[in-house]
């Protein structure tokens, strides 16, 4: 309770942060599946516990509905009703799945796209301040090159026709191979996937949320799930609290005592 003013300022800065990490993970609460919810960036971090992981849960955290900047995330549809926002998809999880098909499919396509998006981000990181993106010649000559290993790649899978954004799989249509799933995602979501080259506040990766997550997994494989679900959420609460102290460099110590005197640590409103 006396971490509220704290857990609302952190949510109303999330609200107004130029790039957000979101990210869903299952948790163990009274002995079933429930979802642990984050959305963060490097100095802020909330946490949601919801029995359901799409987009019930999402309204309950209140972040997303209200935020207009860039969402980095791994594909989860859900996130996709938020069309307020612009959407960039983390290209960590592209590389193990293309890794994943050369290796079971032997498809050297995806070897060839994994290594454009290594070399895009190289450019990226080699691009001197104060630009902010890559020079227009260079995107145009990265995203030709991306067209043209996405074109190599249905080559040698069939190619369905384009599908709008955020269009699930149909009943009754054959199951398609991780191949053709990876590939119609490359090609239908190719602004999402390169988005970080086009505006370097977006970074490759959704590593701050995945991060972030890690920390209360550990908490899970020591104690083995919570017992009730308003623990799980107190707990939550008190994770996100801790989490953001230290990403703004506070003594965690000092920051629980603050809160036990009612004056809980809040970021300033210039933190992002």
């Not at 895009?120 to 010649?137: D, E, F, G, N, Q």
């Not at 699930?168 to 190719?190: A, Y």
């Not at 997550?213 to 899970?220: A, E, L, N, P, Y």
């Amino acid at each position: 309770t006396r971490l509220e003013p704290a857990t609302a300022a952190v949510k109303k800065l999330l609200h107004h942060a130029a790039v957000l990490h979101v990210d869903e993970s299952g948790l163990r609460v009274e002995g079933k599946l429930h979802w642990l919810h984050v959305a963060s960036t490097a100095r802020l971090t909330s946490y949601e516990v919801h029995a359901k992981r799409g987009h019930e849960a999402m309204e309950a955290a209140g972040i997303l509905g209200q935020f207009s900047g860039t969402a980095v995330h791994d594909h989860w549809k859900p996130y996709f009703k938020y069309d307020a926002c612009a959407h960039a998809l983390c290209n960590a999880h592209h590389l193990r799945e293309l890794r994943f098909i050369d290796q079971q499919y032997q498809q050297s396509w995806a070897t060839d796209m994994a290594a454009l998006l290594l070399e895009i981000k190289a450019a990226v990181a080699a691009t001197p301040a104060p630009a902010m993106r890559l020079a227009a010649p260079e995107l145009a000559a990265f995203a030709q090159r991306y067209d043209a290993v996405v074109q190599a790649g249905f080559a040698v899978n069939r190619a369905p026709a384009a599908a709008p954004a955020g269009e699930g799989q149909k009943r009754g249509r054959p199951k398609r191979s991780p191949p053709v799933n990876l590939l119609i995602r490359l090609r239908d979501f190719k602004d999402e996937v390169l988005r970080f080259m086009s505006d370097f506040r977006v970074p490759f990766d959704n590593n701050e949320g995945e991060r972030d997550i890690r920390m209360v997994k550990v908490k899970q494989k020591v104690s083995g799930g919570f017992r009730t679900l308003a623990g799980a959420k107190r707990f939550g609460r008190i994770r996100g609290y801790i989490s953001t102290a230290r990403k703004n460099a506070k003594n965690v110590f000092e920051a629980i005592r603050d809160a036990f005197v009612a004056s809980p640590f809040i970021p300033s409103s210039d933190i992002q």
